[in-house]
């Protein structure tokens, strides 16, 4: 049985607790600033005439393309033949394209086109000026620390399933 000290300062030690006091923290968090989030959202839906599901994949494809349309329905959590509408949607409105995959040329690999990707960007940005507003009256030193605290955590967190990893967003 290891000591306190050893399992405070091990790896991955006694957090669970931790990890659940953080998970109420970033709640809090969430309450305070998903209503500004949503609601760039649904005007960026509104404005591009998409789905929540295509903008899902929009999002995959901008992390991780080219990918299979097998796979984008498992990231967006499709099934196949959902995904392939989703996809032929997406195709069709100049958002996303098909390519031959040179490794297996009876499968398509998917990718976003560069219009898709503006759409993208523009909705990051509105997810940004929404934490900005929400952040503007807190105290520089707490912003500083808060934003040094998010990326250690950033930094230790591996993605989960269809998460892109920090690199890949950040770009």
């Known amino acids: 049985m290891m000591n306190k000290t050893a399992q405070a300062n091990a790896p991955n030690g006694d957090t669970g607790t931790d990890a659940v006091q953080l998970g109420q923290e970033m709640r809090r968090l969430h309450r305070l600033i998903s209503g500004r989030v949503l609601l760039n959202m649904q005007d960026e839906l509104q404005d591009h005439d998409l789905t929540f599901t295509q903008m899902t994949a929009l999002h995959q494809l901008r992390a991780q393309a080219p990918l299979t349309v097998t796979t984008l329905a498992e990231r967006a959590r499709l099934s196949l033949p959902a995904a392939s509408h989703l996809v032929e949607r997406l195709v069709r409105r100049g958002l996303a394209e098909r390519r031959e995959n040179p490794d297996n040329r009876r499968e398509k690999l998917v990718v976003p086109t560069a219009q898709g990707l503006d759409i993208v960007t523009r909705m990051d940005a509105r997810f940004i000026r929404a934490y900005e507003d929400a952040f503007r009256e807190v105290r520089p030193e707490t912003i500083r620390a808060a934003a ?15 998460c892109a990893p920090p690199s890949q967003e950040d770009s």
Do not use: H, K, N
Not at 148 to 162: C, D, H, I
């Open 148 to 162: 040094a605290a998010v990326r250690a955590l950033v930094a230790e967190v591996s993605p989960g399933p269809g």
